[in-house]
């Protein structure tokens, strides 16, 4: 019984070229030319199919398994991993586990043709993608503007409450620069943002931000005639700890800022199985597993390296007090000297933990450190503040004891010159009067 050979289009031109040689219709300068091939290795083609006629073309391999390929086994096991451990993974974020956690290294490619010929659907197959828009260019320097904002998700499995991730990620590189985990999207988690970056990178030249309240008043724009009679929209407290350090901020609409979008996309897949499949459930483990696990893995595997001819961080010396200098503040007024009253809260100054007088009743700026403790500045004098509880017992006591004597004098609790028994007599308004009524015995 004859076996039946099948070529594929290359190989069956080489076959035609070999008849044509054969039959001397060409020569192997000919042959050498229409297929790239050496004379000896053309010489060695002619002598196969003398001896085997057809058969010497098509490849010895075909329809044998290679022993490069990947063995039965480990396609049983990867596959297994998948069903028991990391059902519903992205297919590259379960290549990456494989390498990290079980020491399997496999293409991408190998991955996905594998899951998908056994029947298992990447969980992005039938996404349904948002109207696209066209990207806005990178910029050209790391550091030159870092897109920022907070994610509001049920980051920790079994936990049914929303926590928020606070992030910033460069846009010329890629590179996620600061994450940070809090129970409200708040200034301190924008402050350890842009500590964690100042550490890991230095200072940015500018913040891509929303429209948020942290970021920018409220209010609305300045009219023309507001500009003239020189009135100005205030800076937030946030604002004015990134104007003291050189960072400036451009609010923008939330569409326009896609990288750190897609970034939270990225990571409410990624980052949420990996808490999970660790058994973390609390702001402090995911906080630490952010920083030394999961951000530089993150960006060893996504992000551009940051090129020092085009890097615009602005690195600070290891003395930089990031407890100061990243203090966010706002001017309060100082009334009796010695208290401030903000956030509907009443303060008292103290300098060593005893009460001090301000020369002053003019606004001070007030500060609040990263450790949560608040302070004012004063001629270059630092002052701390403290809470008053019962605010209407203890200012009042206060305020009696420093009131001036005119004052005490002319108050309830002093002794009326004219008691009830002068009824009748003409009233002392004077002590002329006084020593007039006792020499002539009124």
């Not at 995911?286 to 060893?300: E, M, R, S, T, W």
């Not at 500045?377 to 203890?394: A, E, I």
Request: net charge positive; aromatic share 12%; hydrophobic share 30%.
């Amino acid at each position: 019984m004859n076996e039946r050979i099948t070529l594929n289009m290359k190989e069956e031109r080489i076959n035609n070229i070999l008849i044509k040689l054969l039959a001397n219709e060409i020569n192997i300068s000919d042959v050498s030319r229409l297929t790239g091939l050496s004379k000896r290795q053309i010489y060695r083609k002619k002598k196969a199919y003398l001896k085997d006629g057809i058969k010497s073309i098509s490849h010895k391999n075909r329809n044998r398994s290679t022993h490069r390929g990947y063995s039965e086994e480990l396609k049983n096991k990867i596959i297994d991993l998948y069903h028991k451990e990391y059902e519903g993974w992205n297919f590259y974020h379960f290549n990456d586990i494989l390498e990290d956690y079980h020491k399997i290294i496999v293409s991408d490619s190998f991955i996905y043709n594998l899951l998908t010929s056994n029947g298992i659907e990447s969980p992005h197959k039938y996404k349904k993608h948002k109207k696209s828009y066209p990207p806005r260019e990178r910029k050209e320097y790391a550091g030159e503007l870092i897109q920022v904002d907070a994610s509001k998700h049920q980051w920790f499995y079994g936990d049914d409450k929303y926590y928020y991730l606070h992030g910033g990620i460069d846009d010329s590189t890629g590179t996620v620069t600061s994450c940070f985990f809090d129970k409200e999207e708040t200034i301190f988690g924008y402050q350890m943002i842009m500590k964690q970056t100042i550490q890991n990178y230095g200072i940015p030249e500018y913040l891509y931000t929303d429209y948020r309240t942290v970021f920018k008043s409220p209010k609305k724009e300045l009219t023309l005639e507001d500009e003239l009679q020189g009135k100005q929209i205030k800076n937030t407290r946030f604002a004015n700890m990134l104007e003291h350090i050189g960072t400036d901020i451009i609010s923008i609409n939330p569409r326009a800022k896609g990288r750190i979008e897609r970034l939270w996309r990225t990571f409410q897949d990624r980052l949420y199985k990996e808490l999970k499949k660790k058994h973390i459930h609390t702001i402090e483990e995911a906080n630490q597993y952010l920083n030394d696990v999961f951000i530089p893995k993150y960006n060893a595997r996504f992000a551009l390296p940051i090129d020092n001819t085009k890097n615009h961080f602005i690195c600070l010396d290891n003395d930089f007090d990031y407890n100061k200098q990243l203090a966010v503040w706002s001017e309060h007024k100082v009334f009796h000297n010695s208290y401030l009253k903000y956030n509907k809260v009443y303060h008292v100054i103290l300098k060593n933990n005893e009460k001090v007088y301000l020369p002053t009743s003019k606004s001070v700026r007030v500060y609040t450190f990263l450790d949560g403790t608040e302070h004012i500045l004063f001629n270059d004098t630092w002052y701390d503040l403290h809470t008053v509880k019962d605010f209407n017992t203890s200012l009042k006591r206060n305020i009696k004891i420093t009131k001036s004597s005119s004052n005490i004098n002319s108050s309830k609790t002093h002794k009326s010159i004219n008691p009830p028994w002068r009824k009748g007599l003409p009233p002392i308004t004077s002590h002329s009067n006084m020593y007039y009524c006792l020499n002539h015995g009124c």
